[in-house]
């Protein structure tokens, strides 16, 4: 099944949306290029022919790079140049990226190729799509980019590739030579006119294509957040007066009204909260944890939304350099340096340590006997004899320690390059993969608040949870059983954690919350 009915993506002078990135990226979708794109690449490409041919010296197509730029390189060589630069820049090294950030990574560049900015050839842009649509995956390894003069090796990995060398994954995921792949595909490889080894390599699309992958998986793991945090006040006999709209209106940030709003309708119909409604609870305020949880959901929701703009203006760029410019001009450029990208990438790694940090403590504040208001000691079946969920909420410290480490800013890093021509770089590319790594921790996070407060819902019997959290609650049942004697507690987190990468959980809810 393709991304909301997407099955197949036209790439021409229109910029990609972020659902069809995902869907070349995760379900396979098929790419087509368009013939009035392909037309202007032929045109464009006359402009970077004269200049081939052209005694002044043009960066990259008449020059070296980087550093060697002031060398002059005949024009016999000007093919060896741009081979040379693949082979040279495909220097990575480290675990191979996963397959999805590789193929986002390349219809990105592929939709910079057919902006007609980039100067390449009609068939150079025809080869990445054939590679695209092949399901061949070039091997790209983890580090290389500094996230400046563009993702250079991972993205030259992928034109090493194209070129017929290195590895690719095959089916199966079995790295196999390039070269014997191109061929059972029928795919010629590709011999590199001027200019074009630079414009296979000189953008951000690595960085950008991680940053639309996580903001779609963190636009689900905050909606589930809400549920946990609804589900903890819920099993915690906390209060839903707090979420009421008009108290959120005295501070109108989108994100914490909307994170309120999905709270007050996980807990609506909730007999458990109603039990304690009344005036002689003696309870005047909730913990932190859960009282301003709105407030710290929605400033990660709102953090997400400053990501998707800017994951919007990106995808709408073509970045290059040297770019070809309307009027013909070819001129050089610093839209290659990768620091808007970055700064999101790690706001956003920010957001999900503390999203995670919140939701330990909503769980720790469940298993603790002191504070859970009448639920049994780390939620035991027979406490003393077994410890119940006690150590579940060691594995949630351990990765929101993870997380705070991974908070700390990549881009505020640079170390200078090629000979301090490359002085200052924005280590996009890091960022990029620490949040990667973040999104995974905060996965695992949400999983044990839910594992945690499903167990916590059932001890509050016979009194029913909320329709909501109820038919989550059951669906966590149809996985991991009740409250029972202690039991190889790995598979059960590891089981919810299914749910939630499933999308099983966001069904549940889309099915039951309506905002």
């Given at each position: 099944?393709?991304?909301?009915?997407?099955?197949?993506?036209?790439?021409?002078?229109?910029?990609?949306?972020?659902?069809?990135?995902?869907?070349?990226?995760?379900?396979?979708?098929?790419?087509?290029?368009?013939?009035?794109?392909?037309?202007?690449?032929?045109?464009?490409?006359?402009?970077?022919?004269?200049?081939?041919?052209?005694?002044?010296?043009?960066?990259?197509?008449?020059?070296?790079?980087?550093?060697?730029?002031?060398?002059?390189?005949?024009?016999?060589?000007?093919?060896?140049?741009?081979?040379?630069?693949?082979?040279?820049?495909?220097?990575?090294?480290?675990?191979?990226?996963?397959?999805?950030?590789?193929?986002?990574?390349?219809?990105?560049?592929?939709?910079?190729?057919?902006?007609?900015?980039?100067?390449?050839?009609?068939?150079?842009?025809?080869?990445?799509?054939?590679?695209?649509?092949?399901?061949?995956?070039?091997?790209?390894?983890?580090?290389?980019?500094?996230?400046?003069?563009?993702?250079?090796?991972?993205?030259?990995?992928?034109?090493?590739?194209?070129?017929?060398?290195?590895?690719?994954?095959?089916?199966?995921?079995?790295?196999?030579?390039?070269?014997?792949?191109?061929?059972?595909?029928?795919?010629?490889?590709?011999?590199?006119?001027?200019?074009?080894?630079?414009?296979?390599?000189?953008?951000?699309?690595?960085?950008?294509?991680?940053?639309?992958?996580?903001?779609?998986?963190?636009?689900?793991?905050?909606?589930?957040?809400?549920?946990?945090?609804?589900?903890?006040?819920?099993?915690?006999?906390?209060?839903?007066?707090?979420?009421?709209?008009?108290?959120?209106?005295?501070?109108?940030?989108?994100?914490?009204?909307?994170?309120?709003?999905?709270?007050?309708?996980?807990?609506?119909?909730?007999?458990?909260?109603?039990?304690?409604?009344?005036?002689?609870?003696?309870?005047?305020?909730?913990?932190?944890?859960?009282?301003?949880?709105?407030?710290?959901?929605?400033?990660?929701?709102?953090?997400?939304?400053?990501?998707?703009?800017?994951?919007?203006?990106?995808?709408?760029?073509?970045?290059?350099?040297?770019?070809?410019?309307?009027?013909?001009?070819?001129?050089?450029?610093?839209?290659?340096?990768?620091?808007?990208?970055?700064?999101?990438?790690?706001?956003?790694?920010?957001?999900?340590?503390?999203?995670?940090?919140?939701?330990?403590?909503?769980?720790?504040?469940?298993?603790?006997?002191?504070?859970?208001?009448?639920?049994?000691?780390?939620?035991?079946?027979?406490?003393?004899?077994?410890?119940?969920?006690?150590?579940?909420?060691?594995?949630?410290?351990?990765?929101?320690?993870?997380?705070?480490?991974?908070?700390?800013?990549?881009?505020?890093?640079?170390?200078?390059?090629?000979?301090?021509?490359?002085?200052?770089?924005?280590?996009?590319?890091?960022?990029?993969?620490?949040?990667?790594?973040?999104?995974?921790?905060?996965?695992?996070?949400?999983?044990?608040?839910?594992?945690?407060?499903?167990?916590?819902?059932?001890?509050?019997?016979?009194?029913?949870?909320?329709?909501?959290?109820?038919?989550?609650?059951?669906?966590?049942?149809?996985?991991?059983p009740g409250p029972e004697p202690d039991r190889h507690l790995a598979p059960d987190i590891a089981a919810v954690v299914d749910l939630i990468r499933s999308g099983a959980v966001n069904s549940v809810l889309d099915r039951e919350v309506s905002l």
């Amino acid at each position: 099944m393709t991304r909301i009915g997407i099955d197949r993506v036209l790439v021409g002078a229109t910029p990609p949306t972020a659902q069809q990135v995902l869907a070349v990226a995760r379900d396979g979708v098929e790419v087509t290029l368009a013939d009035d794109a392909l037309d202007r690449l032929a045109a464009v490409r006359r402009h970077i022919d004269d200049l081939a041919h052209s005694s002044a010296p043009a960066y990259g197509v008449s020059t070296g790079f980087g550093a060697l730029a002031l060398r002059h390189i005949p024009p016999e060589r000007r093919i060896d140049l741009q081979r040379s630069l693949i082979r040279s820049h495909a220097a990575g090294a480290g675990t191979p990226v996963e397959p999805e950030v590789v193929r986002a990574m390349m219809l990105l560049r592929l939709r910079t190729l057919m902006s007609g900015h980039t100067g390449v050839r009609p068939e150079t842009a025809v080869t990445l799509a054939r590679l695209l649509n092949s399901g061949l995956v070039p091997i790209v390894p983890e580090y290389g980019s500094l996230g400046c003069s563009g993702d250079l090796a991972p993205l030259a990995a992928v034109a090493l590739a194209m070129m017929g060398e290195g590895s690719v994954f095959g089916a199966g995921g079995v790295p196999i030579p390039a070269a014997a792949a191109l061929a059972t595909a029928g795919i010629e490889p590709l011999v590199l006119a001027e200019k074009e080894g630079l414009a296979l390599t000189n953008g951000t699309d690595g960085m950008l294509g991680m940053l639309l992958l996580a903001v779609a998986d963190l636009r689900r793991l905050f909606d589930i957040a809400d549920l946990t945090a609804a589900m903890s006040v819920e099993a915690l006999l906390g209060t839903d007066r707090v979420f009421a709209a008009d108290l959120h209106a005295l501070r109108p940030h989108p994100g914490q009204a909307y994170s309120a709003a999905r709270m007050r309708a996980a807990l609506a119909g909730s007999a458990i909260v109603a039990s304690h409604r009344g005036e002689d609870c003696p309870r005047v305020q909730d913990a932190y944890s859960l009282r301003c949880a709105p407030q710290v959901h929605g400033a990660a929701r709102d953090t997400l939304t400053h990501a998707e703009s800017v994951a919007e203006r990106e995808l709408a760029s073509a970045i290059d350099n040297p770019v070809v410019l309307d009027d013909g001009r070819v001129e050089s450029n610093g839209n290659f340096h990768g620091a808007p990208v970055g700064y999101v990438l790690d706001f956003l790694a920010i957001a999900v340590a503390d999203m995670a940090s919140i939701a330990e403590r909503r769980t720790d504040r469940m298993l603790d006997v002191h504070r859970s208001h009448g639920l049994p000691a780390f939620l035991a079946a027979d406490p003393g004899v077994d410890s119940g969920y006690m150590i579940a909420q060691y594995t949630q410290a351990g990765i929101v320690s993870e997380l705070k480490r991974l908070a700390v800013p990549a881009s505020v890093d640079s170390i200078p390059s090629s000979a301090m021509q490359e002085d200052h770089v924005s280590m996009g590319w890091s960022a990029a993969r620490k949040l990667r790594r973040a999104v995974d921790g905060l996965t695992t996070v949400l999983a044990v608040e839910l594992l945690t407060a499903a167990r916590a819902l059932d001890f509050r019997a016979p009194l029913e949870p909320s329709p909501v959290t109820g038919a989550v609650r059951d669906l966590v049942r149809g996985r991991v059983p009740g409250p029972e004697p202690d039991r190889h507690l790995a598979p059960d987190i590891a089981a919810v954690v299914d749910l939630i990468r499933s999308g099983a959980v966001n069904s549940v809810l889309d099915r039951e919350v309506s905002l």
